[in-house]
């Protein structure tokens, strides 16, 4: 491998790793992403696109097209679930994620990369609550870091803890029904924001819906399965989730369940990530994710008591640039364990 592609792949590790695609991992509700007119975004002078963001809140909407389904009711006594917390209640809650990764370009096998662990502190108070069981509560992310041991060069390990203290100081809304579906998000943007960590957003809005499982409409009892069915969007990419639970026990409102989903594209995609090189265009051209896991909810809290989460992805990317003479062709394979714990 020559001196300029393997800087080139350094580099594409990085924005891969910075930006890249983030499953869904604890709740399969619709994402309602956060959306940002692409052509605003791309004409807009920096300056002038960060007085917009600052002057009003980032309203995105539910999607349509998640379903939830029945599978079975498991047995009695059966009762319905709904999410009840109270006005006033404060909550804080550590997002703890791993990854290793291994990966070919063009049929020849990469270094394996060890990639450091990032750490998210995510706290919440309730509001609002309305008479149909719809709650409002506020977020603020702080204590955003990377953690644990990495082969990277230092260079980009600074540059990854760089991109990711832009987390921290986010804050806002969000509208959740008594089933856990995330029905609004709104975010107030900060006086530094960055208008290309746009795609940072949108994961953001993510992790908000991962903290709650969405529930059937249905009672249900001990042995129960559901499934429920989403589409994600992730920069740029489409991907089709399909996760199915079951309820393992319950007490006194406290739930466990057991977690399993697929994930997958429908069809090779362009990836839109801002820290691309210039004149590089990267097409996704296939995505499969599957992952197992165990959460444990109150329903009187509004964050999982502690959710632990194992996932495995292939994918393959092509990507084009003035300075490759051919296309080039990676296939990765990641390992992904995550863990939620409230305090």
Known sequence: MTIKKSLLVTGLLCTIFGTGIEPVIT???ANPGITIAQNQRQNTKPTEL?????TR?????PSPSTTVKLITPGIQPRQQLRFSPKVGQKETADMEMNMDMSMSLNGNSAPSVKIP???????????QVQPNGDFQYEFTYSNVDVVGESDLPPAILESMRGEMKKMEGFKGTAIVDSMGRTKKANFTVPPNFDPSLKQMMDQMASSIEQMSAQVPQEAIGKGAKWQVTSQVSM???NIEQTATYELVDIQDGVVTMNVSFAQQIPGAQKMILPQMPPGMTMTLQSYNATGTGQTKISLGRIMPLSTSINMKTTAQMQAIS???????VMDQEMSMRMRIESK
């Not at 960060?50 to 600052?54: A, F, M, N």
């Not at 662990?117 to 509001?127: C, F, M, P, S």
């Not at 003035?322 to 080039?328: A, C, G, I, Q």
């Open 235 to 237: 920069n740029g990419i």
């Open 50 to 54: 960060r007085r917009r963001l600052r």
């Open 27 to 29: 709740s399969a509700s």
């Open 117 to 127: 662990g990032t750490k998210i502190q995510l706290n919440a108070v309730v509001n």
């Open 322 to 328: 003035p300075d490759l003479k051919e296309p080039m």
């Open 57 to 61: 809140s980032l309203s995105p909407q």
